[in-house]
């Protein structure tokens, strides 16, 4: 039983919920000829090395993501045991010690750097830059107006472009735009809940007002949907008439906006409205369904 429960704080403190994020770098794998090539033989040779790739990248950025979260974790022990919420987080609350939690760190960053390294040395140094990029982050960068969110933003980019290098397939700019104006409509829609539950705080450069916020928001929102369709048009697909896939785009950043005055969504944290709503994650599938059989039909035709 307590090696149960024990596995359970183990959970908790790498964040697995987290991990919903890491689906990014399957979006070039989406685009790729290589999704063709899963559709026609999915079991062959070929096909298993791919699904083995795609595995093994989804969980090297996962890894270090929550490395990330453990060393947080564990250098803020302090504070966070002075605040109501963070209080009860496992290193803070003493259920998992200190030293259990560099180990755990450090595991994860080496398991991490073992599957980075089975790709390429361009994947290698994705993974060690988005590692370096977040010390810093940490290190004072989130306490720096709007460079705290586009940093974040960044390491939804560096997800596509760690899919597309451990995959062997290129990133269209396109896809990059997209992933860099959603992950700001996702970062900044986090900042804007942050202020409506609890006082904005004092950073470099000045503080977050709601209205501001809002309107990053849908600027941020416009932009996404903006480069989206115009990747569908001109993108590497552009001949699967991928454009007939907008509206679930379209439907699912206008479902957050739905959520952005509910009482219910407490901090609205991107990964947390994911898990609990139960419509965009239907809208999430049908986009995938959509974007795939598009490129299948086009194919066969």
């Known amino acids: 039983m307590k090696l149960i429960k024990k596995l359970f704080l183990y959970i908790k403190l790498i964040r697995i919920y987290q991990w919903t994020k890491s689906g990014f770098v399957f979006l070039p794998f989406v685009f790729s000829d290589q999704a063709i090539d899963l559709a026609l033989n ?34 803020d022990k302090d504070l966070d045991r002075l605040d109501p919420k963070k209080r009860f987080r496992p290193i803070a609350s003493g259920e998992v010690s200190p030293i259990e939690a560099i180990l755990i760190f450090f595991t994860l960053f080496v398991l991490s750097f073992l599957l ?48 597309s290098f451990a995959m062997g397939i290129s990133a269209s700019p ?92 407490k901090e609205g944290n991107p990964s947390d409205v994911l898990l609990a709503d139960p419509f965009l994650p239907i809208v999430v599938v049908l986009w995938l369904i959509s974007c795939y059989g598009l490129i299948l039909y086009h194919h066969f035709n």
């Open 174 to 265: 396109w896809l990059i735009s997209t992933t860099f104006f959603i992950a700001l409509f996702l970062g900044f829609y986090k900042r804007y809940f942050e202020i409506t539950i609890a006082p904005a705080e004092e950073m470099i450069g000045g503080q977050y007002r709601r209205e501001s916020l809002r309107s990053f928001i849908d600027i941020s929102a416009a932009l996404s949907i903006m480069t989206y369709s115009l990747y569908t048009i001109t993108g590497t697909h552009a001949d699967a008439n991928l454009y007939w896939t907008i509206p679930f785009v379209v439907m699912g950043i206008f479902r957050y906006y739905t959520l952005l005055e509910n009482p219910s969504n």
């Open 42 to 75: 999915p079991f062959s040779e070929k096909s298993i090395q791919i699904y083995l790739n795609l595995i093994q990248a989804f969980f090297a950025f996962s890894f270090v993501a929550s490395s990330i979260y453990v060393l947080n974790d564990w250098k």
């Open 116 to 163: 980075s390294i089975k790709f390429n040395f361009l994947a290698l140094g994705l993974i060690l830059f988005y590692f370096i990029m977040n010390i810093f982050y940490s290190l004072g960068a989130k306490k720096i107006i709007l460079l705290d969110v586009f940093i974040i933003a960044v390491g939804f980019v560096l997800r596509v472009l760690f899919g």
